[in-house]
């Protein structure tokens, strides 16, 4: 399989437009029964307002060529000169069964307990904050709220509530509010809502070159007040972001894992 990743760029929501166009005018729908095609969809991000992402994966490279060679593609050509469209190809490979980069992901993360004194970049912290609002949440019910302590201020608080910010510029408390939070009996999903946006954070954060760790160890009380937040949000970690020191030697127990068969049992 193969997969293609077209990000379109215009101005004054042109790519928009174009996609609305794309799928009015029925061309998306003729694309998808050429053959060999298995999907083909656009994707909005609400960072960059002005940029698509169009991602479509076909059964091979023979069947890439021919939808290239059809028809309908001097019909995507005429809409994308009429949008006045950037558009630039940022992969072109094989889709494997698993995904490597992926799982290169899941094997990087690890705890970092030594910051260096740079800032993260408002982009990359744009991209992590993204990933925690696609995280998934009981009944699709979002009670994640996130501050991001980068002020000299805000990170003094920070050091008042807990001893391991590790000297990290830039502190994503990510919290709940437990009045927004799906409630089954007496219990609420309030906390695992937010672990699971904060995971997806921590893991986007790895993905693009920030290294971070997850913090429990900090006065959750004092933060509330400190931060001054409202009665019904909590917060539920620290999660400190940055890059790793030189001389950081990295968690030694990060390699320790127990066996899988202490961890699965097959019923
Ligand atoms: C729920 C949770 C709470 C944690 N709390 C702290 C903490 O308060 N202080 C700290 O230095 N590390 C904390 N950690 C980091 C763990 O010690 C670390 O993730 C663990 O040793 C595994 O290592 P790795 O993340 O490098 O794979 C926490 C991790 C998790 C998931």
Redesign the pocket.
């Known amino acids: 399989m193969l997969t293609i990743n077209i990000y379109y760029t215009g101005v004054n929501g042109s790519a928009k437009k174009f996609v609305e166009e794309m799928i009015t005018s029925g061309l998306v729908d003729k694309i998808r029964s050429e053959k060999g095609n298995i999907s083909y969809e656009y994707f909005y991000s609400v960072i960059d307002e002005e940029t698509v992402l169009l991602k479509d994966v076909w059964e091979n490279v023979e069947d890439l060529d021919s939808h290239h060679k059809g028809e309908l593609m001097e019909s995507i050509a005429k809409l994308r000169e009429k949008y006045q469209l950037k558009m630039k190809v940022m992969q072109y490979k094989n889709r494997e069964e698993y995904n490597e980069d992926f799982e290169t992901v899941i094997r990087k993360?690890?705890?970092?307990?030594k910051f260096k004194n740079k800032e993260v970049p408002k982009h990359l912290i744009d991209k992590i904050l993204e990933a925690g609002r696609l995280a998934p949440t009981a009944k699709n019910l979002q009670p994640q709220k996130i501050l991001v302590v980068t002020s000299k201020e805000g990170l003094k608080l920070i050091d008042e509530v807990?001893p391991?910010r590790?000297n990290a510029p830039c502190v994503m408390v990510v919290c709940s509010d437990k009045s927004k939070a799906f409630i089954k009996e007496d219990s609420s999903t309030y906390i695992v809502d937010a672990?699971i946006v904060a995971t997806h954070m921590m893991l986007e954060a790895t993905n693009v070159g920030i290294d971070n760790?997850?913090?429990?160890?900090?006065d959750k009380k004092k933060l509330k007040e400190v931060f001054q937040l409202d009665k019904d949000i909590f917060p539920i970690?620290?999660l400190p972001m940055g890059y790793k020191s030189d001389d950081y030697l990295?968690?030694p127990?990060?390699?320790?894992?127990k066996n899988i068969k202490e961890m699965v049992e097959y019923k």
């Open positions: 993360r690890t705890a970092t307990r807990s391991c590790y672990s760790i997850w913090i429990e160890m900090f970690c620290l990295g968690n127990n990060h390699l320790i894992r």
